[in-house]
T-cell receptor, first 114, second 114 residues
Framework: AQSVTQLGSHVSVSEGALVLLRCNYS??????LFWYVQYPNQGLQLLLK??????LVKGINGFEAEFKKSETSFHLTKPSAHMSDAAEYFC????????????FGRGTSLIVHP | EAQVTQNPRYLITVTGKKLTVTCSQN?????MSWYRQDPGLGLRQIYY???????DKGDVPEGYKVSRKEKRNFPLILESPSPNQTSLYFC?????????????FGEGSRLTVL
């Protein structure tokens, strides 16, 4: 069975500081991994995805994530936070060769202070 | 413009009064799904559909019904709503989960059951 754990329901950073949102997955076979972002009063949109190509994946708005098989992690980072990055972030996993139904983490709310 | 459209966006109703939340996508996607989002619980899948006339239960199907008579539409039906179904609902669609897995989300429907 596949699962996703997002560490920290809330992460608070100052504007200009490093953003690090953690995601660990559980899967017995190679996964597809995704980060989605939800801005206030909107639906989710794809930020970036890993589908077994390069382990370092670049997404929109300066975000990137690195797939680390040994650590079963797919943490999301951004070098310098901007006020507009304040949103809810969801990590999701799909197991290749399985049902292809995505499993979502519980989400991490990113708070950016001026 | 490619999009997933949900209606209504906001609804207040009373216990037991049947309601339908519509979902339509214009991308010819095969896969469609309904989620509910509750504070602290993230996204939970209600029902999904791999294609026309094919639907299946997600993690929290109790109290909900769906149908997929046409490829573009996937309505969510609450036959007898109860207060515990007060939530934010999202419809999502995808080309084919086996390909990229990227989900496209509607903007959400906020339902309050009194």
């Amino acid at each position: 069975a596949q699962s996703v754990t997002q560490l920290g329901s809330h992460v608070s950073v100052s504007e200009g500081a490093l953003v690090l949102l953690r995601c660990n997955y559980s899967s017995s076979v190679p996964p597809y991994l995704f980060w989605y972002v939800q801005y206030p009063n909107q639906g989710l949109q794809l930020l970036l995805k890993y589908t077994s190509a390069a382990t370092l994946v670049k997404g929109i708005n300066g975000f990137e994530a690195e797939f680390k098989k040994s650590e079963t992690s797919f943490h999301l980072t951004k070098p310098s936070a901007h006020m507009s990055d304040a949103a809810e972030y969801f990590c999701a996993v799909i197991v290749s060769g399985g049902s292809y139904i995505p499993t979502f983490g519980r989400g991490t709310s990113l708070i950016v202070h001026p | 413009e490619a999009q997933v459209t949900q209606n209504p966006r906001y609804l207040i109703t009373v216990t037991g009064k049947k309601l339908t939340v519509t979902c339509s996508q214009n991308m010819n996607h095969e896969y469609m799904s309904w989620y509910r989002q509750d504070p602290g619980l993230g996204l939970r899948q209600i029902y999904y559909s791999m294609n026309v006339e094919v639907t299946d239960k997600g993690d929290v199907p109790e109290g909900y019904k769906v149908s997929r008579k046409e490829k573009r539409n996937f309505p969510l039906i609450l036959e007898s709503p109860s207060p515990n179904q007060t939530s934010l609902y999202f419809c999502a669609s995808s080309w084919g989960i086996a390909n990229t897995g990227e989900l496209f989300f509607g903007e959400g429907s906020r339902l309050t059951v009194l």
